[in-house]
C-alpha cells in the first residue's frame, strides 16, 4: 500500500498530480488532498480512487500532521505566487517559507520517508542570463527573475535539500528531493491566461 498526499492539491499543479497519480500510479493506493479549500475534482478524466479530502492552512502543524499520518510520500506544491510589482512580501514568507519548514517538521514527526518539493524556475539567479547554458553557468551575483517570489521559494527549496537524510521518529530517514519546473501553462491554468490579458 502506497499512500501519498498532496499539498495544494486545489490548485493547477495539484489537480495535474492528482489526475496523474489517479491515471498512471498503480501501486498508489490512497492519495490525500490537502489544501485551504476543500478539494473537487476540476479536471476531465475517470478516477481510480476516492480522494480523502484534509481541509487545512499550511501554517497549521496539527492539520498537517493528521494528512501526513501514516504516508508514503508528500508531494508539497503548496505556494503562494506573487510576481507584482509590489507582492505581498508577508505573505509570500508565510506560504513559501514557513510553510515549507511547517511540512518539513510535519513529515520527521509523522515518519514520512519521501518529500517532493515543487520550486520554480524563478529560484534560479540569473535565469535570462543563463539561457543557452546550463546550471552550472548560473553565478550567485547575478539576480533572481522575481526576487521576492524567486527568493522565498529559493529558501525553500534550500530548506528542503537540507531536510535530506535527517531522522525520522520511527528510526527511519527522511529523504528530499526539489524540483525546478520551467513555466507550466495547460487545462486549469489561470495565471498565464491573466498575465496574457496585459500583453
Same mark, same amino acid.
Given at each position: 500500500?502506497?499512500?501519498?498526499?498532496?499539498?495544494?492539491?486545489?490548485?493547477?499543479?495539484?489537480?495535474?498530480?492528482?489526475?496523474?497519480?489517479?491515471l498512471?500510479?498503480?501501486?498508489?493506493t490512497?492519495?490525500?488532498?490537502f489544501?485551504?479549500?476543500?478539494?473537487?475534482?476540476?479536471?476531465?478524466?475517470?478516477?481510480?480512487?476516492?480522494?480523502?479530502?484534509?481541509t487545512?492552512?499550511i501554517? %497549521?502543524?496539527?492539520?498537517?500532521?493528521?494528512?501526513?499520518?501514516?504516508?508514503?510520500a508528500?508531494?508539497h506544491?503548496?505556494?503562494?505566487?506573487?510576481?507584482?510589482?509590489?507582492? %505581498?512580501?508577508? +505573505?509570500?514568507?508565510?506560504?513559501?517559507?514557513?510553510? #515549507?519548514?511547517?511540512?518539513?517538521?510535519?513529515?520527521?514527526t509523522?515518519?514520512?520517508?519521501?518529500?517532493?518539493y515543487?520550486?520554480?524556475?524563478s529560484?534560479?539567479?540569473?535565469?535570462?542570463n543563463?539561457?543557452?547554458?546550463?546550471?552550472?553557468?548560473?553565478? %550567485?551575483?547575478?539576480?533572481?527573475?522575481?526576487r521576492?517570489?524567486?527568493?522565498?521559494?529559493?529558501?525553500?527549496?534550500?530548506?528542503?535539500?537540507?531536510?535530506?537524510?535527517?531522522?525520522?521518529?520511527n528510526?527511519? #530517514?527522511?529523504?528530499t528531493?526539489s +524540483?525546478?519546473?520551467?513555466?507550466m501553462?495547460?487545462?486549469? %491554468?489561470?495565471?498565464?491566461a491573466?498575465?496574457?490579458q496585459?500583453?
Amino acid at each position: 500500500m502506497c499512500s501519498v498526499a498532496v499539498t495544494g492539491a486545489s490548485g493547477f499543479l495539484g489537480q495535474h498530480i492528482i489526475q496523474h497519480l489517479q491515471l498512471n500510479a498503480p501501486w498508489v493506493t490512497e492519495i490525500r488532498a490537502f489544501d485551504m479549500t476543500s478539494f473537487s475534482k476540476a479536471l476531465d478524466y475517470k478516477s481510480r480512487l476516492d480522494v480523502s479530502i484534509y481541509t487545512g492552512d499550511i501554517g %497549521d502543524t496539527q492539520a498537517l500532521r493528521k494528512a501526513f499520518h501514516n504516508v508514503s510520500a508528500v508531494l508539497h506544491v503548496a505556494s503562494v505566487i506573487d510576481v507584482q510589482f509590489q507582492p %505581498d512580501r508577508k +505573505l509570500l514568507r508565510k506560504v513559501n517559507v514557513e510553510g #515549507t519548514a511547517n511540512v518539513i517538521a510535519a513529515c520527521q514527526t509523522e515518519d514520512v520517508p519521501i518529500l517532493i518539493y515543487c520550486s520554480t524556475i524563478s529560484a534560479v539567479q540569473g535565469y535570462f542570463n543563463c539561457l543557452g547554458g546550463s546550471e552550472t553557468d548560473v553565478e %550567485d551575483t547575478w539576480p533572481l527573475l522575481f526576487r521576492d517570489y524567486g527568493g522565498t521559494k529559493k529558501e525553500a527549496e534550500w530548506m528542503v535539500l537540507r531536510a535530506d537524510k535527517t531522522p525520522l521518529t520511527n528510526g527511519g #530517514t527522511l529523504r528530499t528531493v526539489s +524540483l525546478i519546473p520551467p513555466t507550466m501553462y495547460g487545462e486549469g %491554468d489561470r495565471l498565464i491566461a491573466t498575465i496574457l490579458q496585459f500583453w
